[in-house]
């Protein structure tokens, strides 16, 4: 049974905010907000800075995660192309699938940075505020940005599949 079109449509607004509210503010963070925190201000400001950062854009980007899980599942049972899980029978359901597999290797990355990295860069933050040395701190920064840049490409790459999809 197709659903209703007002419902379908629903469903694609839903998920296509969600992806752009998700990889817009990724991107934004990863051009312009960091490059330019980390050009004008010192270590504490720096870190005082993410900690603001990420104490509002987490929660919107993880409830976007979700709200893409959900639309999604609901697209993906309503279209024609899908033939049932791992069923691969078509182009579509391969890029589906690739899709799928980066997007939850954006997840992981995202789960690492808000619970793993992001709190460890904020002790260290608190070190260098109180006037102690951290000399991972300098490690740390790297791989943060390798990691957001990582997940930027990974969301263009998720973007590029959707498109392939689309076309099949």
């Given at each position: 049974?197709?659903?209703?079109?007002?419902?379908?449509?629903?469903?694609y607004?839903?998920?296509?905010?969600?992806?752009?509210?998700?990889?817009?503010?990724?991107?934004a963070?990863?051009?312009?907000?960091?490059?330019?925190?980390?050009?004008?201000?010192?270590?504490?400001?720096?870190?005082?800075?993410?900690?603001?950062?990420?104490?509002?854009?987490d929660?919107?980007?993880?409830?976007?995660?979700?709200?893409?899980?959900?639309?999604?599942?609901?697209?993906?049972?309503?279209?024609?192309?899908?033939?049932?899980?791992?069923?691969?029978?078509?182009?579509?359901?391969?890029?589906?699938?690739?899709?799928?597999?980066?997007?939850?290797?954006?997840?992981?990355?995202?789960?690492?940075?808000?619970?793993?990295?992001?709190?460890?860069l904020?002790?260290?933050?608190?070190?260098?505020?109180?006037?102690?040395?951290?000399?991972?701190?300098?490690?740390?920064?790297?791989?943060?940005?390798?990691?957001?840049?990582?997940?930027?490409?990974?969301?263009?790459?998720?973007?590029?599949?959707?498109?392939?999809?689309?076309?099949?």
């Amino acid at each position: 049974m197709t659903p209703p079109i007002w419902a379908l449509s629903l469903v694609y607004w839903l998920h296509m905010l969600a992806t752009v509210v998700w990889i817009g503010g990724l991107a934004a963070v990863v051009l312009l907000v960091l490059p330019a925190a980390r050009s004008s201000l010192d270590a504490s400001g720096y870190a005082a800075l993410l900690a603001v950062i990420q104490r509002r854009l987490d929660p919107l980007g993880w409830a976007c995660l979700l709200l893409l899980v959900g639309t999604g599942l609901f697209q993906m049972s309503a279209n024609p192309n899908y033939q049932g899980f791992l069923a691969i029978s078509n182009r579509w359901a391969a890029a589906i699938l690739v899709k799928h597999l980066v997007f939850f290797i954006m997840v992981g990355v995202s789960a690492y940075l808000t619970w793993g990295l992001l709190p460890r860069l904020g002790r260290v933050a608190l070190r260098q505020s109180r006037g102690l040395e951290a000399p991972e701190a300098e490690h740390l920064q790297r791989r943060e940005t390798i990691l957001l840049r990582l997940n930027l490409i990974l969301g263009v790459a998720v973007l590029a599949l959707t498109a392939i999809a689309r076309v099949s």
